[in-house]
């Protein structure tokens, strides 16, 4: 069975410091990836999707970036955080091609100080 | 963008029906509406989807007008359990959510 994990649940940053969030899918191949924020009282905002390794679109201009260095790991970076970075990050997936159910990880909550 | 609009929020009283409305006039003839639900600090949770044709689960009623650009998610009991924020979407292959409505079932 498919499964997602993402790590760290739960970061607490200073301001200027760099930032790694890394989810992983097991359970399939060659899945569409995507890399939400949701900020405290707010909706879910879609950053990053990719369709396959290497492959990154970026929804909104800002801080962070992601890569994909293998199928089934997607990462968030940022060189230098900013307040305005805290929030919560959801990375999620779906079989390519497919119009189905998107799966959610359990969500990593970011804290800038 | 999110290609859908909801209200932001709705009462509904425990044991009635919730009605959440969703409006989607941009839909093109592809693709789907789904609706998703978001309990507290967690991911979101699926809860149906559709084309055109009007669908139910165990979980809810998803009514779509036979235009398309519009859609209503049922709930036929709420329970103090179905308090959630809910959105609507529609899919491409980009799942963008939109604000979606805060509904409160009330004891």
């Known amino acids: 069975s498919q499964t997602i994990h993402q790590w760290p649940a739960t970061l607490v940053q200073p301001v200027g410091s760099p930032l790694s969030l890394e989810c992983t899918v097991e359970?399939?191949?060659?899945?569409?990836l995507y890399w939400y924020r949701q900020a405290a009282g707010r909706g879910l905002q879609l950053l990053f999707y990719?369709?396959?390794?290497?492959?990154i679109s970026s929804e909104v201009p800002q801080n962070l970036s992601a890569s994909r260095p293998q199928d089934r790991q997607f990462i968030l970076s940022s060189k230098k955080l900013l307040l305005s970075d805290s929030g919560f990050y959801l990375c999620a997936w779906i079989e390519t091609g497919d119009t189905g159910e998107l799966f959610f990880g359990e969500g990593s909550r970011l804290t800038v100080l | 963008d999110a290609k859908t609009t909801q209200p932001p929020s709705m009462d509904c009283a425990e044991g009635r029906a919730a009605n959440l409305p969703c409006n989607h006039s941009?839909?093109?003839?592809?693709?789907?509406v789904y609706w998703y639900r978001q309990i507290h600090s967690q991911g979101p949770q699926y809860i149906i989807h559709g084309l055109k044709n009007n669908e139910t689960n165990e979980m809810a009623s998803l009514i779509i007008t036979e235009d398309r650009k519009s859609s209503t998610l049922i709930l036929p009991h709420a329970t103090l359990r179905d308090t959630a924020v809910y959105y609507c979407i529609v899919i491409t292959y980009k799942y963008i959510f939109g604000t979606g409505t805060r509904l409160k079932v009330l004891a």
């Open positions: 990719s369709v396959g390794i290497g492959q």
């Open positions: 941009t839909i093109s003839g592809n693709e789907y």
């Open positions: 359970g399939t191949s060659n899945p569409n």
